[in-house]
């Protein structure tokens, strides 16, 4: 069973920046996609970033606008999101969460097989 450990989450000022860290616990091949979600209460569970196995295909939320960038370990058993000018409507539950998904990156939740438990971020004005 695959296990996955979100860290680096907090509270942040409007305009900072925090960089999320996942650790896998185990190797995973080139079938995975690797990818960030977050949630808030009463809301879906949005894509923030995916990333293919060998880093060439990435996808991003709509409200990222360029300010977050996903990225992973030369040993693919971790992958990062760095996120600059935080807002307050970024306020979430951030989780990782690695798939099966054909190869591509895609934002569709049920498509992932294998998620953190979560890391809150909060951002205040």
């Known amino acids: 069973q695959l296990q996955l450990t979100e860290s680096g989450g907090g509270p942040v000022r409007a305009g900072d920046s925090l960089r999320l860290s996942c650790a896998a616990s185990e190797r995973t091949n080139h079938r995975y996609v690797m990818a960030w979600f977050r949630q808030t209460p009463g809301k879906e569970r949005e894509l923030v970033a995916a990333?293919?196995?060998?880093?060439?295909?990435?996808a991003y939320g709509d409200f990222v606008k360029g300010r977050f960038i996903i990225s992973r370990s030369n040993a693919k058993s971790e992958v990062y999101l760095q996120m600059n000018n935080l807002e307050p409507e970024d306020t979430a539950v951030y989780f990782c969460a690695f798939g099966e998904t054909g190869g591509l990156p895609n934002g569709l939740p049920g498509t992932y097989d294998f998620w953190g438990q979560g890391t809150q971020v909060t951002v205040s004005s």
């Open positions: 990333l293919s196995w060998g880093g060439a295909n990435s």
